[in-house]
């Protein structure tokens, strides 16, 4: 396989278009914004990207680039192979694990000037040179501009996770979950998806959890979505309706953990309210 087969460089200009959606596939992606400003949207986030942006996808992931009032905008994509980050890496470090380790299904990154500069000046020699065929030694050219541009990006994603780890402290996380569990309530909220959210283990959560709460972060969620079923059934809304909208799976589920919290079933909940109307 040569370099050229297992990597690709395209200039993307967003012109008169509200938004744009991208996929990787089975590549890393790595967008750098070179013109413009918008909103990057993957699943249930959004973040800025502003010039000079860095937006990594990993394989198998969308995200949505969504342009502001009057905005053009030009974007330099690298696309790379896991055979790619496998050749270019060396006993001693492993590009393709690194890549991996990054906990991220999109992250958009901001790089100091000095590493923008250097990769912005990559990108675009790698451009440009599809149309230089027979260049001297072009392959020991190219191999080395991908191996710093990769190793440039990994550097700065790795010094952006551990400022936000360094920023971040118990109470401010905990405060994170209650409003991440409030904005999410009609969701499946688990462990395993906190743990993604936050980049925190899932058992240091539920241990601080409850730490500071004196409750466990599964009886809290459940706690959560039931007051939201006693709000829906005082307007009215249907029990079944109500099972679904708050994600509690079936009727009979939603009657056993409501009347369990509250001691009356949803019906008679219902009936209670009534006679006060």
Known sequence: MTYKDSYYVNRINFNNIKSKQIKSNEYYKILFIFEGNCEIKWGYKSQDGNKDSIILISPNNSIEVVLKLNQTITI?????TTELLNILSDEDVNLAKSFNSVPFGCNVVNANTETTMLIK???????????????????????????I?????????????????IKRNTPFL?????????????????LDCLEREFYVSKFHISREFKKLTGTTLHKYI??????????????????TDIAQICNLGSYNNLF???KKEFGITPKEY???IKKYK
């Open 174 to 190: 905990i405060d994170d979950i209650f409003a991440y569990i409030s904005n999410h309530i009609t969701e499946e909220i688990s």
């Open 222 to 239: 459940i706690k959560a979505k039931l007051d939201l079923c006693k709000k829906l059934i005082e307007e009215g809304k249907s029990i």
């Open 149 to 165: 541009v990769v190793v440039m990006i990994l550097r700065s994603c790795i010094y952006a996770q551990s400022k936000q780890k």
């Open 76 to 80: 330099y994509e690298l696309v790379i």
């Open 121 to 147: 000046n990559i990108l675009k020699k790698l451009y440009r040179s599809k149309e230089n065929k027979h260049e001297f030694a072009e392959s020991i050219y190219i191999k080395s501009m991908l191996s």
């Open 270 to 272: 219902y009936n209670e």
């Open 256 to 258: 056993r953990v409501f």
